[in-house]
């Protein structure tokens, strides 16, 4: 039996206006190269100059994940050739990092909950980009020298699942301190995914696979299980140490596979060295009181909606994966509605009718509407089939809640005088199903029933239907 090793580093970006270490704008779409500067087109004899907002957000995350805050850090200068790094090296921190020793909760869909380490949280630049164009790459610097954040977890996910949740768990907060966009697709938010596998019981660390730059939790998921697999393999058939090296690998979509990029024969040498051109990086009494006043989190926000809103742990911690869904439901909930009608109406019935790309923020129904649908269907003005209809409605056509009920005709009839009449009109057109019933076949019930939603199209109030086809029949 095998149990698997997962370890991961992750780059958030940063979401300052400028750069780290010049005042170019850090922000996305401009014209190629517009947004450099000498600094960070590393001209000769220009100097960074450290942007002071990367150390308070830095500081707000390590203070999330209940980390040790090193009041005074350092840079280190890491040196590769590479065309989308015009100095030929990276400022980073390798010695004494912003951010060490920080912890995770991740909650699975039983209730249960595990910690997972955080190694350490370190600033440092980004590098531009390469544009393949056909037979020519181009470089684009307006991303070089922008913040990141890199995350390094320790080696503690044991599957696929652990490593999705703490991902999930991950962005989440950063997205909540509001500290980065931490958009996977547009590269805010990069995973590189450590994988190794060891005889269940053995405590020592295997020989580890880095997979690089995955950008969805599917695809990172995906990778995890072919390189598992790879790994297992290679094991039962005799050949692990030959075929398993320490190596970066790439996940190769298409393929569905992992395919190696660079082994450790090819792995540079960085030359670290302590930064000559910038002094430490120094936490100064006012801005930790600052940093650390972080916004309430996930977990804490969780807590809160079990308390005040009586739901369950997994409702809650879906409710509060994301901040833009927990905000939604807060302001559902201010129409003094159930918060388990809430949920579903949120995560599934509006969730469900969210096409490309649309999200909660950008959905035609906001939360006050979803929140006065619910509340129609609780004073029983609708059903909830009903419901069903008027939101189809309202994510179509921009009208009130009221308003769509009252046009579509789905007003719910509690008059028992109109639903008797249909009653009366059901029963006089299957009376030998009435005979049936009465002679004991008990199961017809339901049939009555049926038949006169279906008459009433739907908006008879189904507990008045029930009583009169009781008295009816009885
Ligand atoms: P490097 O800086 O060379 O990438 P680190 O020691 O900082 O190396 O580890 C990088 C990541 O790899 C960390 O997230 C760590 O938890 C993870 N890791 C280390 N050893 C293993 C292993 N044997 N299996 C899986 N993950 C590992
Ligand atoms: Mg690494
Ligand atoms: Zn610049």
Same mark, same amino acid.
């Given at each position: 039996m095998f149990e698997i090793v997962i370890g991961l580093e992750v780059h958030v970006q940063l979401n300052t206006k400028t750069k780290l270490f010049c005042?170019?704008?850090?922000?996305? $779409?401009?014209?190629?190269?517009?947004?450099?500067c000498p600094t960070c087109l590393a001209l000769p004899g220009a100097l960074p100059v450290f942007n002071k907002e990367v150390l308070k957000k830095a500081v707000m995350f390590g203070t999330a994940i209940d980390a040790t805050i090193n009041r005074t850090s350092y840079f280190d200068r890491k040196s590769y050739f590479y065309p989308d790094s015009p100095s030929a090296y990276q400022i980073t921190q390798l010695y004494t990092p912003i951010v060490e020793h920080g912890k995770l909760e991740i909650d699975f869909e039983d209730g249960s909950k595990k910690i997972i380490g955080i190694n350490r949280a370190h600033i440092e630049a980004d590098a531009g980009k390469n544009i393949h164009d056909g037979d020519i790459s181009k470089v684009d610097? $307006?991303?070089?020298g922008t913040p990141l954040l890199e995350i390094v977890s320790e080696?503690?996910?044991?599957?696929a699942e652990e490593a999705i949740l703490y991902l999930k768990k991950l962005h989440s907060i950063v997205r909540y301190l509001d500290i980065?966009?931490?958009n996977m697709q547009e590269g805010s938010f990069r995973v590189d995914v450590n994988v190794s596998i060891r005889p269940k019981g053995d405590e020592n660390l295997y020989t580890r696979v880095e997979i690089k730059n995955i950008n969805s939790f599917r695809f990172i998921q995906r990778a995890i299980e072919l390189e598992v697999a790879r790994q297992k393999e290679a094991w039962e058939d005799g050949v692990y140490d030959q075929e398993i090296v320490q190596e970066t690998r790439l996940f190769d979509q298409a393929k569905q596979e992992t395919r190696s990029m660079r082994g450790k024969e090819e792995a540079a040498d960085y030359r670290y060295f302590p930064e000559p051109d910038l002094l430490k990086a120094v936490v100064t009494d006012e801005m930790y009181v600052q940093a650390t006043q972080i916004p309430e989190l996930p977990d804490e926000k969780k807590e809160r909606f079990v308390k005040?809103?009586?739901?369950?742990e997994y409702n809650a911690s879906v409710i509060t994966s994301t901040l833009e869904m927990a905000k939604f439901f807060e302001e559902m909930m201010d129409e003094g509605i159930s918060a388990k009608n809430a949920v579903t109406w949120l995560t599934v019935e509006l969730q469900g009718r969210l096409k490309g790309g649309m999200s909660v923020e950008t959905s035609p129904v906001d939360a006050k509407k979803l929140g006065m649908l619910v509340k129609r269907i609780e004073d029983n003005t609708i059903s909830g089939k009903a419901a069903k209809e008027v939101l189809d409605y309202l994510m179509e056509n921009e009208s009130g809640v009221d308003d769509a009920i009252d046009k579509l005709g789905l007003k719910q009839v509690s008059d028992t005088g109109a639903i008797e009449a249909i009653i009366d009109e059901i029963l006089a057109a299957n009376q030998d199903k009435v005979a049936e019933y009465k002679s004991g076949?008990?199961?017809l019930f339901g049939f009555f029933v049926g038949q006169t939603m279906k008459a009433s199209k739907g908006s008879a109030n189904p507990q008045a239907v029930n009583d009169i086809l009781k008295a009816k029949l009885s």
């Open positions: 005042s170019c704008p850090t922000s996305f $779409n401009h014209k190629q190269n517009t947004n450099t610097l $307006n991303r070089a080696p503690d996910m044991r599957s980065s966009d931490a005040d809103f009586g739901m369950n076949k008990d199961k």
